[in-house]
């Protein structure tokens, strides 16, 4: 075993050097332990060296990780087709609905009574659901391309 | 190749740019290759395999891909990869403690492992290694980081986020420790 006093010394063998190295030096010329215990922390650098110096990635790890990317990429590159789709269904919805009303209106007496004011109020009334389910359908969008 | 602090200003200044003009990919381009080896030696000291490490390395950079355009420069490019890299290491090493302490509960599977030299890690042949992975965590990482990185305490310190005094600390510990075992002929 290593003299305790030197011990530290002997790890940081490599680093020391001058008045501090050829002390070392000294002790361990007549010291058999120490010898020891630096020859074994010589035989654990030499290992370790040799195990991990110089370790890089392989070739393949680049290849691999831009593949991956590329996948992931193109999975997540935006597409309008969902949102025309979108946008295609609750247009038909509207419009059924807009036919519906037409076809209802006649057969009801009370909005038969004043038909310019009828007119008027649906015109306006189409107008301002129009407006709204662009409105809802645009914020839905916006909200797909933004996931 | 390997990101030395000079061409790691430069590159950083380039992937800013790349990512001011929302250009990912040309930002993911560029960093990559000078990275890859960075990532896969801590991943390789943290985890202490190098097919676990290439895995994790694979990992961290689909992670730095899906996370590039969230990154403001708040720290350092380097700084921030190395974050992600042992975050997902100690992820790993989690997952790895719980499904070991489940499996080593069972006595058969815990006596065949010593019997096979498994649970010192599976590499038999190279007694110093078997010794290493019986070291506390910290040190066998430390160590492993030390020589992976041509013995560079500041590199050791940059990549772990550790303070240069407790890496030398446990750099001197370890390399005690292991300079013991095989001076008593015990490995």
């Known amino acids: ?147 | 190749m390997d990101a030395t602090p000079g061409s790691l200003r430069g590159m950083e200044q380039e992937i800013r740019t790349c990512l001011d003009q929302k250009q990912y990919r040309e930002a993911f381009d560029r960093l990559l290759p000078e990275f890859q080896n960075k990532v896969f030696r801590l991943a390789y000291a943290m985890l202490g395999e190098a097919g676990a490490a290439e895995d994790m390395a694979q990992d961290v950079f689909v992670r730095i891909w899906r996370a590039l355009p969230g990154y403001r420069g708040q720290s350092s490019l380097s700084t921030w990869i190395y974050a992600i890299t042992r975050n997902a290491c100690l992820s790993a090493l989690r997952k790895v403690g719980v499904r070991r302490e489940v499996s080593m509960e069972e006595p058969g599977v815990a006596r065949a492992a010593e019997a096979t030299g498994l649970e010192a890690g599976g590499d038999a042949g190279i007694d110093v290694l078997r010794f290493l992975k019986q070291l506390p965590d910290r040190h066998q990482q430390v160590l492993r980081l030390y020589y992976l990185e041509e013995k560079s305490y500041e590199e050791v310190a940059r990549l772990l986020e550790w303070p240069m005094g407790t890496v030398k600390v446990y750099l001197h510990r370890a390399r005690k420790e292991l300079a013991e075992a095989v001076a008593r002929g015990k490995i």
């Open chain 1, 1 to 147: 075993m290593a003299c305790p006093e030197f011990e530290d010394r002997l790890i940081d063998y490599a680093d020391i050097e001058g008045e501090a190295r050829a002390c070392v030096d000294t002790h361990l010329a007549e010291c058999a332990g120490c010898r020891q215990f630096l020859e074994a922390l010589l035989v654990v650098d030499t290992e370790l060296t040799a195990r991990f110096s110089g370790r890089e990635a392989s070739a393949a790890l680049a290849v691999t990780v831009r593949r991956r990317v590329d996948r992931e990429a193109s999975a997540r590159r935006l597409s309008f087709v969902p949102e025309i789709l979108d946008f295609v269904g609750w247009g038909a919805i509207v419009a059924l609905l807009g036919l519906m009303a037409w076809w209802v209106v006649p057969f009801i007496p009370a909005l038969n009574s004043n038909p310019t004011v009828l007119s008027l109020n649906t015109a306006v009334a189409a107008s301002g659901a129009f407006l709204l389910v662009a409105l809802f359908i645009g914020l839905r969008s916006l909200a797909d391309l933004r996931c």
